[in-house]
């Protein structure tokens, strides 16, 4: 006999399907936690698709903790053992006029029908305990043959819900498959039908595609699909496409990825691009920030005062996008990084503006001196102490224009 694909079932997914039994509902692990196993992976979440309706599932799980906000959709969430479980009644699928969400919600009591409904062949395998694995649309051949495939046919299944194309790129990038040939081509002819999908949902998959082990090679691959999510990609040469693709491929973390992917569209755009998918404000800030600052080609101590200005988690992502980006600057940022000088800003200087009054400097006269000392410590010409930095003061010759 093989060996049960789920030796371990966290003791709440077993006491879930346990409770289920013996209220006569059948229950499937489906989704995420099944491919994640076939593939030796430790599932991050267990979702259960189970025969019974919304209502009798709250029923039988009277006695734990329940979370009903997706129960219209037919998901409760069960607390069992402090671990949320989503149970979702099987569902059929049904027209979908929007391009993106079924018209209506439709119950069946036929797990082949809700496999049916899912987006890719990796994705539609359920498991059920005693019974095992099904496997209706081949989706183990699938992951053994490291391949993402639509469920049916793949020009219907994007029409009906277009995030599906993002979703097929996102999973072949995170997973590391190729992309099957129907499938592949249904995702690029109908990539119009991405204006359907919000901007926040089209941001959350291309977050996760572009930190993907295989994000270069389906960036590179699909570029009709992303130029359609990411407008500022139309306007770039090929050279430019193929750069900013691995680029963003070698790039680690997703605001990284977005800026080395919009690198040539310059700031501005990219910063616009942020806006228009809605993204957080940190986000933003750190791809604009990356488009502006490489490459770095500044000495040293430019390093080190922008390190004083950025602090060194934005400095560490610089160095970083200079290296995918082929661009210099990494050994001076690793300079900076690197330096134990404690003197980055102004105010760090052991003399400060009323010292520096009390010398007869004047108005704008004493943020030049500052600005010319910190720069004097940083390149290394002065050390930061009060009478270092004094002598260095009185050898300015204005103390009321530029020092
Ligand atoms: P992960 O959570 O690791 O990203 P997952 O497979 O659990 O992967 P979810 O987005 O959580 O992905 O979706 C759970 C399951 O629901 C999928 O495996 C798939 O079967 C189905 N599914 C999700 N979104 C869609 C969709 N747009 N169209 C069809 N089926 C979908
Ligand atoms: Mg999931």
Request: aromatic share 8%; proline share 5%; net charge positive.
């Amino acid at each position: 006999m093989s060996r049960p694909l789920f030796p371990d079932l966290p003791a709440p997914v077993a006491e879930a399907f346990a409770v289920l039994e013996q209220n006569g509902c059948a229950g499937y692990l489906v989704g995420g936690s099944v491919r994640d196993r076939l593939r030796g992976r430790q599932p991050a979440d267990y979702d259960i698709a189970v025969s019974c309706e919304p209502q009798k599932t709250r029923e039988i799980f009277s006695d734990y903790r329940c979370i009903e906000t997706g129960l219209k959709h037919g998901t409760l969430t069960v607390v069992i053992g402090g671990m949320d479980l989503e149970l979702t009644t099987f569902r059929k699928d049904c027209a979908y006029s929007d391009h993106r969400h079924p018209d209506e919600v439709l119950f069946t009591d036929d797990i082949t029908a809700d496999l049916a409904r899912r987006d890719l062949t990796v994705n539609a395998m359920a498991y059920r305990p005693g019974e095992g694995l099904r496997d209706p649309f081949g989706g183990r051949a699938d992951l053994r043959a490291r391949l993402i495939r639509a469920v049916g046919d793949p020009a219907c299944r994007f029409r009906e819900d277009s995030l599906r194309i993002l979703r097929a790129l996102r999973f072949a990038a995170v997973l590391d498959f190729s992309v099957d040939e129907e499938t592949a081509a249904a995702a690029v002819s109908l990539k119009g039908l991405l204006s359907y999908v919000s901007a926040e949902r089209i941001f959350s998959e291309l977050k996760k595609l572009l930190t993907g082990r295989g994000a270069g090679r389906i960036l590179s691959a699909f570029r009709p699909v992303l130029e359609t999510a990411l407008p500022p990609l139309a306007g770039y040469t090929g050279a430019q496409y193929v750069a900013a693709a691995g680029a963003a491929g070698r790039m680690k973390d997703p605001a990284g990825a977005f800026a080395a992917l919009l690198y040539f569209a310059g700031p501005a755009d990219a910063e616009e691009t942020c806006r228009a998918l809605k993204t957080d404000h940190a986000f933003l800030k750190k791809v604009s920030f990356l488009c502006q600052n490489a490459p770095f080609t500044g000495d040293k101590g430019a390093a080190l005062r922008l390190k004083g200005e950025v602090g060194s988690a934005f400095l560490c992502d610089l160095r970083a996008f200079c290296r995918a980006m082929e661009a210099p600057g990494e050994a001076v940022l690793t300079a900076a990084l690197q330096s134990r000088l404690r003197c980055l800003r102004v105010r760090d200087l052991a003399l400060n503006g009323r010292d520096l009054a009390r010398m007869g400097f004047r108005g704008p006269g004493i943020g030049r001196a500052q600005t010319a000392l910190l720069r004097a410590v940083t390149d290394g010409d002065c050390k930061n102490t009060p009478a270092a930095l004094r002598r260095a003061a009185e050898a300015f010759e204005n103390k009321e224009g530029s020092p």
